[in-house]
């Protein structure tokens, strides 16, 4: 599976931005896919993942009741709503599949970039 990651921009902090991740193929339903995030200096980190279905959804501690994963198997698009966002949100935001793990880090899409100023 081939994946893009775009949406990503500029906002102040407090904002918010939706990323989207189109993947090629006709067996995107069957993947769990997710996001992880990697900020200057910093080592990637798991952000959020969901099955294949939707119907079960995981996040890092930093960023849950803000950061909304979700998936429409129809479009094979896999989103990323980010609200309340932070400064320390600043990263390179990448996509991820997976068969069979969660999180999922089989195949990786180039990132986007997401700059949240203060």
């Known amino acids: 599976v081939q994946l893009q990651a775009f949406g990503g921009g500029l906002v102040q902090a407090g904002g918010c931005l939706r990323l989207s991740c189109a993947a090629s193929g006709r067996t995107f339903s069957s993947y769990a896919m997710g996001w992880f995030r990697q900020a200057p200096g910093k080592e990637r980190e798991f952000v959020a993942a969901i099955n294949w279905s939707g119907g079960s959804t995981y996040y890092a501690d930093s960023v849950k009741g803000r950061f909304t994963i979700s998936r429409d198997n129809a479009e094979n698009t896999v989103y990323l709503q980010m609200n309340s966002l932070k400064p320390e949100d600043t990263a390179v935001y990448y996509c991820?599949?997976?068969?069979?793990?969660?999180?999922?880090?089989?195949?990786w899409g180039k990132g986007t970039q997401v700059t949240v100023s203060s």
């Open positions: 991820a599949a997976s068969r069979s793990n969660i999180p999922p880090l089989d195949y």
